[in-house]
């Protein structure tokens, strides 16, 4: 593949300010409070890649649900911008020049690729914007992200899961066009449901005390890699909060994608 074509015009990274916090529009508040931008990222072809931008911040990771993980506090010491969405199909396409997923729709989310075939996906799309790393999130980053403050079951309570999540009961065992359901509170679609997501760290049983800024299994990493939020295929109990699974990275499901995070400066 030869990318030139595919990338012209794709440098540009484009900020747009957030307007989440209508406090940050008073005057004299701008100074104060750290600045909340939503980020756009150019692919390529006029196809773009939005960013929720995610401060640092502490939250309870984990729940005490049978089969569930230790409740521990984890501290996220650096901010970072989230996917606003699972990657698409024709965001995938325009970075990658192939779409692998069986369930097609350029805006429904890919699937059927690999955790590795995500790394070149994120490797191609830092080698065009330079000044920001784009990566999987952490699965700290990714349930702080989709708990958005909350400690329920789901980042909205414990019910009314089909108004945000395509799950098993409702799916009708397909994927869906990203953003069709309702965001989380920080703003993020699908966080619950559709397809699991690609986390970057190793699998492996939490530990109980408190972290900061945790990278994965601790000790000998194995070679499985956590997968997040569930999918179309599963059912309500894998899509909570803190539901996880893994999967080897190299192998493909109609059930799992992934979203990326953006962060400046090199990995
Ligand atoms: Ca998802």
Redesign the pocket.
């Known amino acids: 593949m030869d990318g030139q074509g595919r990338w012209v015009g794709s440098g540009a990274v484009h900020l747009l300010w957030a307007l989440t916090l209508a406090g940050l529009a008073a005057a004299g508040e701008k100074e104060a409070l750290p600045k909340s931008e939503a980020m756009t990222v150019g692919l390529g072809g006029g196809v773009t890649m939005d960013f929720v931008p995610i401060r640092p911040g502490s939250f309870l990771m984990g729940d005490e649900r049978p089969g569930g993980v230790p409740v521990h506090k984890v501290t996220l010491t650096k901010g970072f911008h989230l996917g606003k969405h ?1 990657v698409t199909q024709e965001q995938w396409q325009a970075v990658m020049g192939d779409n692998p997923s069986r369930s097609k729709g350029p805006k429904n989310p890919v699937e059927m690729m690999t955790w590795d075939d995500c790394q070149g996906f994120l490797k191609k799309l830092t080698e065009k914007h330079p000044g920001q790393t784009f990566r999987l999130p952490t699965e700290a980053e990714w349930e702080y992200a989709c708990r958005a403050g909350s400690t329920t079951r789901y980042s909205f309570g414990d019910g009314a899961l089909g108004e945000y999540a395509w799950h098993s009961g409702n799916a009708s065992r397909t994927t869906h066009p990203v953003g069709e359901k309702k965001a989380n509170p920080w703003g993020l679609y ?8 690609w986390c970057e760290d190793h699998y492996g049983p939490y530990q109980a005390e408190e972290q900061t800024d945790p990278t994965g299994a601790s000790g000998k990493p194995g070679r499985m890699r956590v997968l997040r ?3 179309w295929l599963n059912d309500p109990e894998l899509l909570r909060s803190a539901g996880r699974s893994d999967g080897d990275p190299g192998g493909r499901s109609a059930a799992i ?1 992934f979203r990326a995070v953006l962060v400046p400066g090199p990995r």
Do not use: F, P, T
């Open positions: 699972e699908d966080m619950h449901g559709s397809v699991w997501e939020g569930g999918s994608g």
